[in-house]
């Protein structure tokens, strides 16, 4: 069976630090792996996905993951924060059929 | 990617009452889904919803408390029946794109049960 660990349900970063959100992942099948932000009050937004091929992965607004097969990890980065990118963050993992097993979130705060 | 309305996007409600929430698509897909977030919770996969056949429920969700209706390809609902606190969620529709098991999802549906 598939699952999703987030390790973390709250990070802090300051303002132009680098944002490291992590998400180990467990799967009898090759995964293909999602990374979604929800803003307050809004629904999931894709950032990025990790199907086949390239294991660096790269998002939209600066984000990117690496998918370590070794490590069963899919963490996501972005280099420099901004305060626009306070949200929460769900790491998901396909489980067949169309559906997704989704970690427990974690909650980005962006300090100035 | 497509694009996904939902109505309402929030209401309050008493409980014992059924409210309907409406999932709109602006495009055909085959494969629709209902979620569930509670509060400061993640995402809870509630049933899974084709066209054409019953939906697909997942442990723990019932027919009887979350029916679902699937008349065309662009198109569901979900209806919380007999609704109590505990319902208070949001519940997001979410469709499959052209990329196989990437799933885009609606602005979500904010229930309140007084």
């Known amino acids: 069976a598939q699952s999703v660990t987030q390790l973390g349900s709250h990070v802090s970063v300051s303002e132009g630090a680098l944002v490291l959100l992590r998400c180990n992942y467990s799967s009898s099948v090759p995964p293909y792996l999602f990374w979604y932000v929800q803003y307050p009050n809004q629904g999931l937004q894709l950032l990025l996905k990790?199907?086949?091929?390239?294991?660096l992965v790269k998002g939209i607004n600066g984000f990117e993951a690496e998918f370590k097969k070794s490590e069963t990890s899919f963490h996501l980065t972005k280099p420099s924060a901004h305060m626009s990118d306070a949200a929460e963050y769900f790491c998901a993992v396909s489980a067949g059929g169309g559906k997704l097993i989704f970690g427990q979130g974690t909650e980005l705060s962006v300090k100035p | 990617s497509a694009v996904i309305s939902q109505k309402p996007s929030r209401d309050i409600c008493q409980r014992g009452t059924s409210l309907t929430i409406q999932c709109q698509v602006d495009?055909?897909?085959?494969?629709m889904f209902w979620y569930r977030q509670q509060p400061g919770q993640s995402l809870t996969l509630i049933a899974t919803?084709?066209?054409?056949?019953?939906?697909?429920?997942e442990s723990g969700f019932v027919i009887d408390k979350f029916p679902i209706s699937r008349p065309n390809l662009t198109f569901s609902t979900l209806t919380v029946s007999n609704m109590s606190p505990e319902d208070s969620s949001i519940y997001l529709c979410?469709?499959?794109?052209?990329?196989?098991?990437?799933?885009?999802f609606g602005p979500g549906t904010r229930l309140l049960v007084l």
């Open positions: 495009s055909q897909v085959t494969m």
């Open positions: 979410s469709v499959e794109g052209t990329v196989r098991e990437t799933q885009y």
């Open positions: 919803a084709n066209q054409g056949s019953e939906a697909t429920y």
């Open positions: 990790y199907t086949t091929g390239a294991t």
